[in-house]
């Protein structure tokens, strides 16, 4: 079954709830949905054996000339980093943009091919046209008509 709290909410009941940091009425109310919320009792369990773990562990103590070796590799990056064009773009990028230039290169020198001429349409032969549609439904009416009446 999924819990009916959305996942921001459940987050900081957790947390809160694990590091008791909430105020009393809303543990309250938290404990009586963990009664009855399986996978938020999962959440609890893991998140205090977690934190369990945390208490536990401790940290290396760094070597001792750890300073002296994180300036000396930022050094060195700095003194050979790329430019930051190349770093952007790098050299794959030369192919293809060259590929693109030539073909605009060829697009633009070359001659452009005479377009046919279309001859416009007299004026009198689309009225002719137009009538002879309007005929053709006419036509078309009259004899859908007695077809009607039959029925």
Sequence with gaps: MNCVLNQEE??????GYTCAHLDAD??????RHLKSCPQCQKLVELQLMLNSTFE?????????????KLFAQIRAEQVNATPWWQALFGWKLLVPAAL?????????VRKPEPTA??????T??????????E????????SE???KEAL
Excluded at 124 to 133: C, G, H, P, S
């Design 26 to 31: 809303t543990a309250r109310t938290y404990e």
């Design 100 to 108: 693109a230039a030539t073909l605009l290169i060829v697009f633009l």
């Design 56 to 68: 536990d562990w401790t940290a290396p103590d760094p070597s001792p000339n750890f300073d002296a």
């Design 10 to 15: 459940q987050e900081e009941l957790l947390l």
């Design 117 to 122: 001429v279309v001859e416009a349409i007299p």
């Design 145 to 147: 008509a007695p077809a």
């Design 124 to 133: 009198e032969q689309i009225e002719k046209v137009e009538q002879a549609l």
């Design 135 to 142: 005929d053709f439904e006419a036509l078309h009416a009259i």
